[in-house]
C-alpha cells in the first residue's frame, strides 16, 4: 500500500497548504466525490457501450483526469474517517463473493436480492 | 501498487468466473462507479458536517462497504482502459497544484475558473 | 399539467430536428439525469448548509440552470418510457406517507427500514 | 403549473408534519436529489440500450417511484430556493437552443464547447 500511503500524505499536505481541511468534512467529501464520478460517467453518457472499450487517445486522457480525481477523494475521504481503503475493498470482495456465488450469477446481472 | 495489482487480478477472476466481461464495458462500469458514489452520499446525505466526522460504528461499517465498492469499480474501469490508476493520480495531482496555487487558494473553496 | 405537456413536446421537437432519438435511449438519459444532478450537487458541496440558504444571485442563476437541467431530462426520460410524471409522483407521496408515518418519524432523518 | 404548486404545497405539509425542514437545507436536498438520480440510473447500468427501451412491467414499475423520487426532491429544493420550475425549464431550453444551433449538432452528441 505504500503508493497510496504516498498519495494519502501527499493530499494531507497538500489540504493544510491551502487550508482546506475546514471544508473537507467526511459529508463534503462524499459530495465531492459523487460530482467526480458523475463527470467520470458524463464522458460515456453517449457513447455505445462499443465506442466506450475503444476510447481516441484525447477521450481516454480525460477518463485518467476523473478516475484519479475519484480516487483522490476516496484516499480523502477514508483518511478522513481512519478507513484502510485496502482492507475495506478485501472484506468486501467476499462479501461480494457470498453474495454472488458463481454458480448462480453465471451470466446474469441481476442483482443478489432478486437471484 | 502490489494491493491494487492483486485487486485487479482478482476482480479479473471474479468477472470471469461469473462471465461478467460482457457486462463490463467501460460505459456500464462508469455508472456502477457513480451508483456506488451515491451509495456512499446517501450515508451522509441528513448528517451535519460534524456527525459525519463523529460517525458511530455502525454507520462507518457501512461507509467501508461503500468506499471498497467504488474502489473496486474504479480499478475495474481502469484495468479494462489500461490505466494506471496511481500514475494518473500522481499526474492530476501535479495538475491540480497549479490549478490551485497555496498562496490563492488559501482557505477558499473557490473553483479555479473563478480565483 | 399543461406546462409539462409543452414541455414535453418542445423536447421532442427539439430532438427531432437535431436527430438525437438515436442517442436517447431511456439507459443513456438515465446518465444524463445523473449528471446533471451531480453538476447541482456540485454548487453545494463546500458550501455549509447555512449558506445554501441564503445564495447570491450568480449562485442561484446557476442553480437555476441545473435544476431546469434535471427537469428537462426527466420529462424526457419519462417520455420515452410512458410515464406520467405527475401521477407518479402522487402516488410516490402515498408510498413516502406509509413508509413514514408523522408520529414515529418527527423529526428524525433515520431512514424507513431503521425506523 | 397547477400541478407542481399541488405537489409543492403537499410536500411542505409532508415535511411540516414530520419536522423535517431543519433537514432540507438545499445543500442536503441537493445530496437527495443526486442519490435518488442514481437509483434510477442503477436499474439501467447493466442492461443493454435496446432492453432500456423495453422494460418489463416491474422493472417500469421500479423507474416509475425513482422518476417520482427524482421530481419530488427537484420541487422541494426549487420551493426552498423560490425557483419556479417550469420558468427555469423554458429559459435553459432557449439556452440549449443557441449551444446546439440544429445545423450544426444534427446527427452528433458531442458537447457544444467542442461543436
Known amino acids: 500500500m505504500a503508493n497510496l500511503t504516498l498519495l494519502r500524505d501527499q493530499l494531507r499536505s497538500f489540504a493544510a497548504e491551502r487550508d482546506w481541511d475546514q471544508f473537507h468534512s ?14 467520470l460517467l ?4 453517449w457513447l455505445s457501450e ?11 486522457a480525460s477518463v485518467k483526469e476523473e478516475v484519479a480525481d475519484v ?4 484516499i480523502r475521504i477514508s ?5 484502510d481503503l485496502i482492507a475495506a475493498a478485501q472484506d468486501k470482495l467476499q462479501v461480494n463473493a457470498k453474495k ?13 436480492d432478486k437471484l
Request: proline share 6%; net charge negative.
Open 100 to 112: 454472488y456465488p458463481a454458480a448462480i450469477a453465471r451470466g446474469t446481472a441481476t442483482k443478489y
Open 42 to 45: 458524463e464522458i460515456f453518457q
Open 79 to 83: 483518511d478522513k474517517l481512519g478507513i
Open 71 to 74: 480516487l483522490l477523494y476516496l
Open 26 to 39: 467526511p459529508k463534503n467529501l462524499s459530495a465531492a466525490l459523487a460530482v467526480e464520478a458523475a463527470e
Open 50 to 60: 462499443e465506442q466506450s472499450r475503444q476510447l481516441p487517445a484525447d477521450t481516454l
